[in-house]
């Protein structure tokens, strides 16, 4: 059955339009309260209607920066109407720097210019700030100086008006691919991302005493929308399967995320005309989409659903599409299959590899591959795994895409087939999920084949470290093959989990409302200790991912060094003790969790 309902799948979406939305989206600047997101999600809007969800609308929350949904605040609203730099070197204009023909060129929150603009010396700033008159001067900072700690602060208490730097350009030493400054929403800097070749004419200019002429002018009245549909199912009482995918972005944002947003409206297609061409294509439960900013959109909507007075019941299962039309070729990323959260096991993650592996199989002629991940949570997926939430939730991404976060992430960068395989293996899992699944010999045979490959791959995991953590992580993926085994075969009973090292110590629990909201989490703790894990995650974004972990492991039975040990072998790493102790000294700090009896 799952075989030919992928085959059908794959014939139904709508490549060259999901390609088209693609295109659309990418014109818009999309931060998460702007007026370039409002307009993407009426575009969004007219095509969940076109392609055939009902119940289609647009939900609007206030862009006013307060804390709206347990401890996630909303954005605060931000357009960039128009923002220039221009740098002279005596009277001579030597560049010009303009938002509206180079994207990502100004950062997000950038403190909007008198009207008119405002005039500014230009000061190269090295290592130190110390010695240099930077009142009222814009900061020419280097890639190697700008990771400093401290620096953005140090120039807004010197009184300078803003910053350029190459420091996120990424591409070729000729291309004009700015990478992305993001400021704090209150900042009073303005800031502007160059290339490395720009970045040498500033500080030409620099040196030779040269000015620039700097205009940011803001608009402040978008508010958040998050837009929704639904495919209904024929029976109201049967659980529902919601598909996500982040809507913001700076533009083009081709891959991050308008593949994903392209990608639902794709499944949306693509189910519809099934229901239309073939009787009994309905499913039981209803299928249900989200569009909207990354995180806090999720987060709203969770709290219209579970919050005082809220909705209804939360989905049985998620699927979040993000990073998913990549060109596996000129991009240098697999396409991942990122499982769901193991503390509450579900047949969700076999079931998406399992439709995965069929799509690439069906695509064989053209290039490239796809791997499971563990659960990294990166994106809107992560609010569902919190244990108060606790909804499987498996993702589709690219996560190591080369362009991310940069103008180069453009729609020449996206592949048809990529998005084909994405939009119908999505398709296929929710029409499955919704369905009430595969029978039960199939599933069966799902999950032995899943398990097979889970030995192998946990074998050449465990093969690249010593001995003690590699026999407790194999360990660990049998006790998964035999529990994910019993789960086919309809036992919902889990068993004891593998013991972690002996270790005495209190036990830990969470303490936290709503989903856990790791920014909130780091606004809690002191300057010092917030500086010192903001350096650890520079230096390993994957640091979020034992912060999440952590935090989530922390049920008041396990002890400190148990939690550690089993994210060590969730994530498949080992985890440095001089690492883990600062992530969990920070956690305990910040009053997320806390000793038993403490």
């Known amino acids: 059955m799952t075989n030919s309902l992928l085959q059908h799948c794959l014939r139904l979406v709508p490549t060259d339009e999901v390609i088209r939305h693609v295109e659309q989206i990418c014109r818009y600047d999309r931060y998460q309260g702007s007026t370039g997101l409002e307009q993407a999600a009426q575009l969004v809007a007219e095509a969940a209607t076109a392609a055939g969800l009902t119940d289609v609308r647009i939900d609007r929350f206030p862009a006013d920066g307060t804390a709206q949904w347990w401890s996630w605040r909303a954005p605060v609203s931000w357009t960039p109407v128009a923002a220039v730099l221009d740098v002279y070197d005596g009277p001579d204009r030597v560049i010009r720097i303009d938002h509206a023909e180079q994207p990502f060129s100004v950062a997000t929150y950038s403190a909007p210019t008198s009207a008119g603009g405002c005039d500014a010396g230009l000061v190269r700033v090295g290592p130190s700030t110390d010695g240099l008159e930077l009142k009222g001067a814009l900061a020419v900072v280097e890639r190697s100086c700008f990771g400093r700690a401290h620096l953005l602060e140090e120039l807004s208490a010197a009184g300078a008006v803003g910053f350029v730097t190459d420091a996120p350009w990424k591409g070729t030493p000729d291309a004009v ?8 929403p209150d900042s009073i800097l303005s800031a502007f991302s160059v290339t490395p070749a720009q970045l040498d004419r500033i500080a030409t200019a620099a040196d030779h005493g040269g000015r620039a002429r700097m205009t940011v002018e803001v608009d402040r009245s978008a508010a958040m929308p998050v837009v929704s549909g639904v495919l209904p199912g024929t029976d109201a009482s049967a659980g529902e399967i919601w598909l996500t995918g982040h809507l913001c972005h700076p533009r083009p944002g081709a891959n991050d995320n308008a593949s ?8 949306a297609a693509a189910l519809s005309a099934g229901r239309r061409a073939v009787a009994g294509f309905g499913t039981r439960g209803s299928i249900r989409f989200f569009w909207g900013p990354e995180f806090l959109g999720q987060a709203a909507v969770l709290h219209q659903y579970v919050g005082s007075g809220g909705r209804g019941r939360l989905p049985d299962a998620v699927i979040n599409l993000d990073m998913v039309g990549e060109d596996q070729d000129r991009c240098a990323s697999p396409f991942v299959v990122e499982r769901p959260l193991d503390l509450s096991p579900s047949l969700l993650g076999p079931l998406a590899e399992h439709y995965v592996a069929g799509v690439f199989a069906a695509t064989a002629d053209h290039p490239g591959s796809w791997q499971p991940s563990p659960f990294l949570g990166f994106s809107d997926h992560a609010l569902y795994a919190d244990p108060g939430i606790d909804r499987p939730a498996v993702q589709f991404c690219h996560p190591a895409d080369r362009f991310n976060h940069s103008a180069g992430d453009a729609p020449d960068k996206v592949s048809p087939v990529e998005m084909l395989r994405s ?38 995991v465990a093969s690249g470290h010593g001995s003690p953590w590699a ?10 093959c035999d529990l ?25 629990a969470r303490d936290w409302s709503g989903p856990l909201n790791l920014r909130a989490m780091m606004a809690d703790l002191s300057p010092g200790t917030r500086g010192g894990l903001a350096e650890l995650i520079a230096a390993d974004k994957h640091c979020l991912s034992m912060l999440f972990h952590f935090a989530v492991r922390a049920n008041g039975r396990r002890t400190r060094h148990e939690i550690v040990d089993d994210a060590s072998l969730a994530l498949e790493r080992e985890i440095e003790p001089a690492v883990s102790g600062r992530l969990f000294d920070a956690l305990l700090e910040s009053g997320w969790v806390r000793a038993v009896g403490a």
């Open 484 to 508: 994910l085994t019993a789960l086919a075969a309809g036992d919902t009973e889990r068993p004891a989990a593998p013991p972690s090292p002996s270790a005495n110590g209190p036990a830990i």
């Open 423 to 460: 939009t119908a293996a999505a398709a296929a899992l929710a029409q499955t999920l919704a369905g009430g699944g595969p029978d039960e010999a199939e599933v069966r045979r799902i999950v032995d084949r899943w398990c097979e490959r889970e030995r192998t791959r946990g074998r050449a």
């Open 260 to 267: 994903g947003v392209a990608a639902l409206l794709g499944v």
């Open 177 to 184: 691919h700015t990478g992305r400054i993001e400021l704090p």
């Open 471 to 480: 026999q407790r992580y194999l360990t660990r993926v049998e006790a998964g």
